[in-house]
């Protein structure tokens, strides 16, 4: 079964409002989760790397004001798309890495289009 | 630094002929190689992941993969591909916790 879930799936929204996704992991707890944007017919770009009790780390060139996140729990880290325009609609992707595991467990994405 | 280079974003094969999509890697630390299959509108799956021992790695659906480390290469195969084995593939390179994905290739299978 999923090891990891997102919320929404899919979300349409006016330009200007903010958007809030959730990636659950089902299986474990994780004090760390990392946060992906995928544009059509690219590869994942990481975007931040979401640590529980502590401001998450974004990658070079993303402005952590426009895409806030929040490590709520062990199992939970949200990200929210604020003021969103057209140019934020992409494939947002979560990942958790396991201890012990080198493997990361993606979440199904969600996809956000901004009108 | 780690990179992922994916030769061919695009790969046409017939059903029933052989698959094979290159990866190569540079890593400044031994790395872990990871081959995940997207399909449209979804998330990742992994089909198999290389760590250490054997360096032929057997994945699911039939793929496997072969990490020669003097060729820092990663190349994904299957003997027979199938309709359904249509989809993206990334090959991504882990040398901690961060991955590091390649642009992808984009596998068709023709009937």
């Known amino acids: 079964g999923a090891v990891v879930s997102q919320h929404p799936s899919w979300v349409i929204c006016k330009s200007g409002t903010s958007v809030k996704i959730e990636c659950r992991s089902l299986d474990f707890q994780a004090t760390t989760m990392f946060w992906y944007r995928q544009f059509p017919k690219q590869s994942l770009m990481l975007m931040a790397t979401s640590n529980e009790g502590s401001k998450a780390t974004y990658e070079q060139g993303v402005e952590k004001d426009k895409f806030l996140i929040n490590h709520a729990s062990l199992t939970l880290s949200t990200l929210t798309v604020t003021s969103a325009h057209p140019e934020d609609s992409s494939f947002y992707i979560c990942?958790?890495?396991?201890?012990?595991?080198?493997?990361?467990?993606f979440g199904p994405g969600t996809r956000l289009l901004v009108l | 630094a780690q990179s992922v280079t994916q030769l061919g974003s695009h790969v046409s094969v017939s059903e029933g002929a052989l698959v094979l999509l290159r990866c190569n890697y540079s890593s400044s630390v031994p790395p872990y190689l990871f081959w995940y299959v997207q399909y449209p509108n979804q998330g990742l799956q992994l089909l198999l992941k290389?760590?250490?021992?054997?360096?032929l790695v057997k994945g699911i659906n039939g793929f496997e993969a072969e990490f020669k480390k003097s060729e820092t290469s990663f190349h994904l195969t299957k003997p027979s591909a199938h309709m359904s084995d249509a989809a993206e593939y990334f090959c991504?390179?882990?040398?901690?916790?961060?991955?590091?994905f390649g642009t992808g290739t984009s596998l068709t299978v023709i009937p």
């Open positions: 990942s958790v890495p396991r201890a012990g595991d080198e493997t990361q467990y």
């Open positions: 991504a390179v882990s040398p901690g916790n961060q991955f590091y």
């Open positions: 290389y760590t250490t021992g054997a360096t």
